[in-house]
């Protein structure tokens, strides 16, 4: 069980500081992507960038250095779910699902959706393996990870059902 949770750790920490560096490298692309979907005001467009890169360099110092236990896992898991609503409602703007978290091309930008519900399922796993949680705890995290899971998941099909429909009504 330590070396699972070791792993997890060491791979969360990667995982956010390649994230990092193709966004630190590139900020031109991340910046066209918080504009066309109008998440912030034009002039908080920058300050937001930033926050964003040192909301990511703090998650990955945090699981490879080993600090602030319990509230990284907390901290992760919600700004995962808030990529993935970031991604569904750029799916509902421009119809594309697509991100480029990782460079333009990379193998870790396809289906973002599943490998944000698969870091969301990890970050949880540590978290009850590092912290000996309750039984009760324990069925609430995991009702509370499946249902926002499933949240996405749902919102994802509803839009790919409406651009569907769209699609359909113009051929007819």
């Known amino acids: 069980m330590l070396l699972l949770s070791f792993f997890i750790k060491v791979v969360f920490g990667l995982?956010?500081?390649i994230s990092l560096y193709f966004k630190a490298v590139d900020i031109t692309d991340i910046k066209q992507?918080?504009?066309?979907?109008?998440?912030?005001p034009t002039i908080l467009i920058k300050p937001s960038i930033y926050c964003l890169l040192a909301a990511e360099?703090?998650?990955?110092f945090s699981f490879l250095f080993d600090l602030l236990y319990f509230w990284r896992e907390i901290f992760t898991i919600i700004l995962l779910?808030?990529?993935s609503f970031t991604i569904l409602l750029k799916r509902k703007k421009t119809s594309s699902i697509?991100?480029?978290?990782f460079g333009k091309d990379s193998i870790l930008n396809?289906?973002?959706?599943?490998?944000?519900s698969i870091?969301?399922?990890l970050c949880f796993i540590n978290l009850?393996?590092?912290y000996n949680l309750s039984l009760i705890q324990m069925v609430t995290g995991i009702s509370v990870v499946c249902f926002s899971i499933a949240l996405i998941n749902m919102i994802n099909a509803i839009v790919t059902f409406n651009m569907m429909r769209k699609i359909h009504d113009n051929v007819q």
């Open 110 to 116: 396809r289906k973002p959706l599943l490998r944000n």
């Open 128 to 130: 009850i393996w590092d």
């Open 81 to 83: 779910l808030f990529f």
């Open 15 to 17: 995982v956010f500081i």
């Open 98 to 101: 697509s991100c480029s978290c």
């Open 33 to 40: 992507e918080i504009t066309e979907l109008k998440l912030v």
């Open 119 to 121: 870091l969301i399922s």
């Open 57 to 60: 360099l703090f998650v990955s």
